[in-house]
């Protein structure tokens, strides 16, 4: 008798999609097409200043509904991963596993999954992006790895300014996720070796979102050190964050394999072999 489960597939990106706007909330869509359900969600908010005087993160939750008339409440959990502004620009990153009860990669735009950061003062310039992830940990304490976030002010030379968040270390098959925020907008190299999801922003902001991939089919994990060069128009004037942080891939079943032999009536008391292949 043999039983052998597949192993569980590299995490991958499977929507993205983002937008900038004002008021006393921030909502976007993942259309035209929904993620797969069991997916996991990151949520990054930024926005410019000090809205009516607060400093701190003015975000009270983050949500998600179908683009249904009226909304309908999904129901998802976000958690609050990282926070990091200094006083000029804020960046809030959120994480949801395992989202239930939306249509699977569904088009009908009545039914579109969409994200939502309601805030406790209104925001005259603020984005939000959302991405979805398939091959995710399903459960919080099992899918966020190491994150880290830092702050900066632009190089008083003309060489490019670098926003860095610091090294993490990976697990045999995680991805790394990073996003860096500047203001004001700037000329921009992405770091070595990732790959972009989206750049965005507004007159006073610019953010560029990637991910490294490197790791998903690694057996052995390895570190990320995201650096971002910014080319800020004129020297010594600007300001930036970024932050790093890495999803974990689901367990794998692992493969059970028995054997046995027999001659007769009478099965043996001993003599059967069990292999455990996988964890």
Not at 138 to 146: K, N, V
């Amino acid at each position: 008798m043999g039983a052998v489960a597949a192993a569980g597939d590299p995490i991958q990106l499977d929507q993205q999609n983002g937008v900038c706007g004002s008021g006393t909330f921030l909502i976007k869509g993942f259309n035209p097409t929904n993620p797969h359900v069991g997916d996991a969600i990151l949520a990054t908010v930024f926005w410019f200043g000090a809205p009516g005087g607060v400093t701190g993160n003015i975000i009270d939750s983050v949500t998600d509904v179908l683009t249904s008339t009226p909304f309908t409440p999904v129901g998802n959990k976000y958690e609050l991963v990282d926070f990091v502004s200094d006083g000029t620009i804020s960046l809030a990153t959120y994480l949801a596993t395992n989202v239930q009860n939306f249509p699977d990669a569904g088009t009908n735009p009545g039914q579109i999954l969409a994200v939502r950061a309601d805030l406790h003062v209104p925001v005259t310039n603020g984005c939000i992006g959302i991405s979805a992830w398939t091959g995710v940990a399903g459960t919080m304490s099992q899918a966020l790895g190491e994150h880290r976030t830092a702050s900066g002010t632009a190089s008083p030379l003309i060489s490019p300014t670098i926003a860095d968040p610091g090294a993490i270390s990976l697990n045999p098959g995680a991805l790394a996720y990073g996003v860096s925020l500047v203001s004001p907008p700037a000329g921009l190299v992405g770091p070595s070796g990732w790959t972009v999801i989206a750049t965005g922003g507004d007159l006073l902001m610019k953010n560029d979102d990637e991910y490294d991939a490197r790791f998903t089919l690694s057996p052995t994990g390895g570190t990320t050190d995201p650096q971002w060069r910014w080319f800020f128009p004129f020297p010594g004037t600007g300001v930036w964050l970024a932050s790093v942080l890495a999803l974990n891939p689901a367990p794998t079943t692992g493969g059970l394999t028995v054997t046995t032999s027999t001659s007769g009536d009478n099965l043996p008391a001993t003599g059967y072999t069990v292999t455990l292949d996988g964890s």
